[in-house]
Structures are given as C-alpha cells and as structure tokens.
C-alpha cells in the first residue's frame, strides 16, 4: 500500500470512530430540532457526506463536536428556508417513525418541543439537550449570548404555555 493510501487509510478509520462514538446523539438531536425521525436522519446524512469531503480540515479543529452541530443545526435551518422542502411528492404520507419505548412524559415534551419557533428551538435544544453553554450556542447559532439567553427565554416561557394547555395523560 502506498503512502498515500495508508494515510486515507488512517483518516477512514478516524473519521469512522468519530462519527461512531457521536452519531446516536446527532440523530437525536436532528430528531428533537425537527421532529421527525426521517427528515432528521436525510438531513444528518448530508451533514456526515459533507463533514467527510472535508474531514481533513474538520479533524484540524479544536471543536469538532461543536463543527458537527454547527452544520446540523445549519442544514436543519437551511431546509426549512428552501421551498422544495415543503413539496409532497406522494399522495400518502409515509408512517412516521416514533423513538420506541418513550415514557408518556417525554412524548408530550417531544410534541410540545414541535410548537415551539425554530430558533427558540434550536437554543432550547443545544442548552437543554446538548448540555452547551450560552457562549457555546452563540457560537453554534453565530448570534450573541444575549440572543441566546432571550430566546432561551421566550422558548421556556413558550414551552411552558403548550405544555399548561396540554392535555393530562398525554
């Protein structure tokens, strides 16, 4: 094997133990920002083909974790912007897929997270979910801690008038 396919060899593999160790949580994540399993899993598979074009950057950065959110967050609110992404292809809708096993309680939270505006979203789910700090998710968002810490907020406040006005039992 020649040096260079060694070296390709070896970036491969890095790539794939990376993604490996992080992909249940970037599923989950995509899940909670769009809510819908499938339309999370398209959109993250996009984010995988483009982190390994450029992997020989990505695995440069000090936060590769923090790049890989950046872009999913990124091409989660591209999508929404992009006309197409509303056109139904098919007369019937496919079944979609729910996370198996969910307490009730997190089900109602999952559908209360969905009435939340995407933005507020977003920052609910990268502090809350994520564990990221103000600073973190500005810099995930590319807006201030300011902005992060009122729409954090207005989503919690959000949240919270959706999940009085649900029903007990769901």
Not at 1 to 11: H, L, N, Q, V, Y
Not at 132 to 157: H, I, W, Y
Request: aromatic share 6%; net charge positive.
């Amino acid at each position: 094997m020649t040096t260079s396919g060694r070296r390709r060899a070896e970036a491969d593999a890095e790539y794939t133990d990376f993604v490996r160790g992080r992909m249940r949580q970037w599923r989950r994540t995509a899940y909670l920002m769009c809510g819908d399993w499938d339309r999370g899993d398209d959109i993250l598979q996009r984010v995988l083909t483009e982190l390994y074009r450029n992997w020989a950057r990505a695995r440069q950065a000090e936060h590769a974790d923090a790049l890989v959110r950046t872009m999913l967050l990124r091409r989660l609110l591209d999508e929404r912007r992009l006309r197409w992404s509303r056109v139904m292809l098919s007369a019937a809708l496919p079944e979609r897929r729910t996370e198996p096993a969910d307490p009730t309680e997190r089900l109602t939270l999952i559908t209360a997270l969905r009435k939340v505006p995407p933005r507020q979203r977003a920052v609910l789910v990268l502090r809350y979910f994520q564990d990221l700090s103000v600073e973190d998710t500005a810099r995930a968002l590319g807006c201030s801690a300011g902005t992060v810490k009122s729409q954090a907020a207005k989503g919690l406040a959000t949240l919270r008038a959706v999940l009085d006005t649900a029903p007990v039992g769901r």
